[in-house]
């Protein structure tokens, strides 16, 4: 299984950005996808999840302002970042779980999405 991550980069306070994920390599979909962060010399942290029936999840600092959507025939999850602030830099990791008995998670590679004037 791979997950490739796209649409990262740098944007002024207040802007937009959407951030793609498309996994390949596995014949189901996944039970889960979702956007986790990592700033330096902090923990990672789960910015939004979806399930595979469309029950989402948001941390509370995103609420409002960050959607995901995901598209099961294609395996594909997706970000919308509006009203981006400074505090939303970061690496954003793409990640997948399968659940089959056991959870296994994948990981994409990290897209830097950085918020400055």
């Known amino acids: 299984v791979q997950l490739q991550a796209s649409g990262g980069g740098l944007v002024q306070p207040g802007g937009s950005l959407r951030l793609s994920c498309a996994a390949s390599?596995?014949?189901?979909?996944?039970?889960?996808m979702g956007w986790y962060r990592q700033a330096p010399g902090k923990q990672r942290e789960l910015v939004a999840s979806i399930t595979s029936g469309g029950i989402t999840n948001y941390a509370d600092s995103v609420e409002g302002r960050l959607t995901i959507s995901r598209d099961n025939a294609k395996n594909t999850v997706y970000l919308q970042m509006n009203s981006l602030q400074p505090e939303d830099t970061s690496v954003y990791y793409c990640?997948?779980?399968?659940?089959?008995?056991?959870?296994?998670?994948?990981w994409g590679q990290g897209t830097q999405v950085t918020v400055s004037s």
């Open positions: 390599g596995s014949r189901y979909s996944f039970n889960a």
């Open positions: 990640n997948a779980k399968k659940v089959r008995g056991t959870v296994t998670n994948y």
